[in-house]
Each structure stands twice: as C-alpha cells, then as structure tokens.
C-alpha cells in the first residue's frame, strides 16, 4: 500500500467518526444549549488531551507554528462546532449532512490558495460534479429552497475546510497527533472558564445541566473524545499523507455516512433517493482519486 493510498484510507476512519457528528449534536443540544455544549466539548476534549499527554511525550510546538495552531482552534474548536450546534436547534441532522457535502472542494479550494497544491483540470471537474450532487440534494430535501440555517452550516463548512487544509500542512511537519493534540491545548485555555462559567449558570438555572438526559451525555462525550480529537488524528495524518486535496475527496462520502447513522441514531428516514446520491458519489469520489493533482514547491 503505497503513502497516498494509506493516507486515504486514515481519512476515510476520521470521516466515518465526523459522520456521527452531527446526530450527536442533535441529541445533545437541546439539553445543553448551542453555545454552551461547543465549550463543554472544547474542556473535555482538551482535559483528555493532557491526559494522554502525560501517557505520551508529545514534543512542544515551535514558535512559528504557534499562530496556525491558534489558528486552527478557534476555527475547529469554536467556529465549527458552534455554526453546527445553531443549526441542529432547527435542521433535521440528514439536511445538515448534505449541506456539508460542500466541504472537499472547499479544502481543495483552500490547498490550491494556500499551499501550492495544483489540482488538475480532471479532478476539478470530479470535484465540482461531487459537490454537485450534494448541494442538488440538499435543495431537494428543502423543497427547492434553502433554509436560514444553511448559512450557519456554510459557515461552519468553510470554517473547518481551512482549518483542515492548514492542520494538513502543519501535520507534514510536526504529525497528526501533535498537530491535534496542542490544537486541543490552546483550545482549553479560553474553554475552561467559559465551560466553568455555564456550569455555573446551569446549576442555579430551572433545568440543571445535572438533568440532562443519559443519550445527551453520551453524545457529549463523543462529540468531544471523537469528533474533537481521535477523528482529526486520522483526518490530519492522511491529509498529510495522501494530500490535501485528494484525501479531502473522501470527505463527500461524510454526507452519506450521516444519513445511515441519522436513521438509526436519530430515526430519520433513509430513502431510496438517499442511496442513489450517495452511489453517484462513490463513483466520483473513485474516479477523482485517479486524477492528478502536483504538488508546487513555494
């Protein structure tokens, strides 16, 4: 198996636990509230950091790779999670899955910008075909319109997919594991007070935090051990290995995952038009892996 091959497979691992993502949120977020569940997840995720830190000697970042660190928090550790919270208040987790489709051809959008990756004419037409087929789901599953909490998913799209090109770069220099690991670090800093804080405020509230359910604490957890932290150590390491813009192709299939987990976690309905998108995909995503994209040294 040669570098690229297995940097897509350690991408396809980080889709498969961010395609829980989402339903996660969902069961979470109306016990916990938007704002308050993305800080709560930034303390886990950065409490069970330093945990395995004192497991394993992780070496300090340098310097000059402190702002893109910085960087990368607040968009994957705030931005993100934040944007989505808002939308699962109002979004079925299926619609908010599609609408994120749009993320690859973001991250290979950004790699170009950014980083000196030159796609081909090829993969860009596989790419934008992908991105297609999500977005053309995503209007029909609205009815032909999108709704207001599509921009926060937008958002939250274009927030992670630079992030993603920015900690698949850096992982070329410091690795995966560190990259995501001091990511959570930095991201405690400002988290804790701010999660104490809201604890603080739900104690003394009508609804203690106390008294949400066993499934939202579940999904609290998960959100911030895998989706905050184990998924980005494969998603980081094969963006690393197998390039920012090829690996980022396999991100089309997270819309897809999302759907089959939504319908077991969640209960929302898998249709046979949900089979056929997510065939489509699977079709493109094989062929743009085929497609050549160069690497230009700057």
């Not at 704002?35 to 303390?43: E, I």
């Not at 395995?52 to 928090?73: E, F, M, Q």
């Not at 900690?167 to 991201?187: C, E, F, P, R, Y």
Request: charged share 10%; proline share 5%.
């Amino acid at each position: 198996m040669d570098r690229e091959t297995k940097g897509l497979w350690l991408g396809l691992v980080g889709v498969v636990i961010f395609s829980m993502t989402l339903p996660a949120t969902k069961m979470a977020v109306s016990d916990f509230g938007a704002v308050p569940l993305s800080f709560y997840r930034a303390t886990i995720a950065g409490l069970a950091t330093l945990i395995y830190l004192l497991i394993k000697n992780i070496s300090l970042p340098k310097r000059n790779g402190l702002p893109t660190l910085a960087i990368i928090s607040v968009l994957i550790s705030f931005v993100f999670p934040i944007s989505i919270a808002m939308a699962m208040q109002n979004l079925p987790s299926s619609h908010g899955g599609i609408v994120l489709g749009i993320s690859p051809l973001l991250t290979a959008l950004f790699a170009t910008l950014r980083f000196g990756e030159r796609p081909s004419r090829g993969f860009w037409i596989t790419a934008i075909i992908g991105s297609g087929l999500v977005i053309a789901f995503s209007i029909k599953q609205s009815d032909g319109t999108l709704q207001a909490s599509d921009i926060a998913l937008l958002l939250s799209a274009a927030s992670a997919s630079y992030g993603y090109a920015e900690a698949g770069n850096l992982s070329h220099k410091m690795g995966g594991i560190a990259v995501i690991s001091w990511v959570a670090i930095i991201t405690l800093i400002p988290s804790l007070p701010i999660a104490i804080y809201y604890l603080t405020q739900a104690a003394t509230s009508i609804t203690p935090i106390m008294d949400a359910s066993l499934q939202a604490w579940m999904a609290l957890i998960f959100v911030s051990v895998f989706s905050a932290y184990v998924g980005n150590i494969f998603w980081y390491t094969g963006l690393s290995m197998g390039g920012i813009a090829h690996v980022g192709q396999v991100q089309l299939l997270q819309p897809f995952c999302t759907l089959a987990l939504s319908s077991v976690l969640v209960f929302e309905p898998l249709t046979i038009s949900n089979i056929f998108f997510a065939s489509a995909v699977l079709i493109v995503v094989a062929i743009g892996k085929r497609m050549p994209v160069i690497k230009v040294k700057t």
